[in-house]
Antibody, heavy 124, light 107 residues
Framework: QVQLVQSGAEVKKPGSSVKVSCKAS????????INWVRQAPGQGLVWMGG????????NYAQKFQGRVTITADESTSTAYMELSSLRFEDTAVYFC?????????????????WGQGTMVTVSS | DIQMTQSPSTLSASVGDRVTITCRAS??????LAWYQQKPGKAPRLLIY???ILESGVPSTFSGSGSGTEFTLTISSLQPDDFATYYC?????????FGPGTTVNVK
């Protein structure tokens, strides 16, 4: 069974960047979409963007366009999310999650496997 | 962009109760809707996809219905493990919008 294991917690200064990794083990990596979802303290889930490693092109939520870069390294079965120009309000738990394609939906059928989450704190 | 709403935002219930959560989309999303359960400090768990298909391992007390713009998640008999926050999510587009969540707590 595929597992997604994320890198550890980060503390960053405003204006800096953070790069979070998500390593897949136990299954096929390249043909599924890996996406990133964040959750600010006490708030809901917000989709940030995703990538299908085999194709290499990412798509992003408009809210994060220009600040987020999602990449994938097939050789190490690892996806990355880099968020730049960090602000206090970027303090959140960042999850990676796999989209499974089962019923014919172009965008897949929801996130069936999730990483454990990475806490990113932006503090001066 | 598609906007998702959920009602109620909070729901108080007892073990054994039948619970229904409603999710509405600002435009038709056909049947491309998923439901998640999240407990504090944990990653969300996929419960249902394509409106009504139960993810493997999810108890049959959970069910989903709807189409177009209005959807429901029903828990037929609430169990102690079901107290959590529930999110709907559309995937009609590549923008994958979540609803704001419904918290089910103990009455």
């Amino acid at each position: 069974q595929v597992q997604l294991v994320q890198s550890g917690a980060e503390v960053k200064k405003p204006g800096s960047s953070v790069k979070v990794s998500c390593k897949a083990s136990g299954g096929t990596f390249s043909t599924y979409a890996i996406n990133w979802v964040r959750q600010a303290p006490g708030q809901g889930l917000v989709w940030m963007g995703g990538i299908i490693p085999r194709f290499g092109r990412a798509n992003y939520a408009q809210k994060f366009q220009g600040r987020v870069t999602i990449t994938a390294d097939e050789s190490t079965s690892t996806a990355y999310m880099e968020l730049s120009s960090l602000r206090f309000e970027d303090t959140a738990v960042y999850f990676c999650a796999r989209i499974n394609y089962r019923s014919g939906a172009a965008a897949g059928d929801g996130f069936d496997i999730w990483g454990q989450g990475t806490m990113v704190t932006v503090s001066s | 962009d598609i906007q998702m709403t959920q009602s109620p935002s909070t729901l108080s219930a007892s073990v054994g109760d039948r619970v229904t959560i409603t999710c509405r989309a600002s435009q038709s999303i056909s049947s491309w809707l998923a439901w998640y359960q999240q407990k504090p400090g944990k990653a969300p768990r996929l419960l249902i996809y394509k409106t009504s298909i139960l993810e493997s391992g999810v108890p049959s007390t959970f069910s989903g219905s709807g189409s177009g713009t209005e959807f429901t998640l029903t828990i037929s008999s609430l169990q102690p493990d079901d107290f959590a926050t529930y999110y709907c999510q559309e995937y009609n587009t590549y923008l994958l919008t979540f609803g704001p969540g419904t918290t089910v707590n103990v009455k």
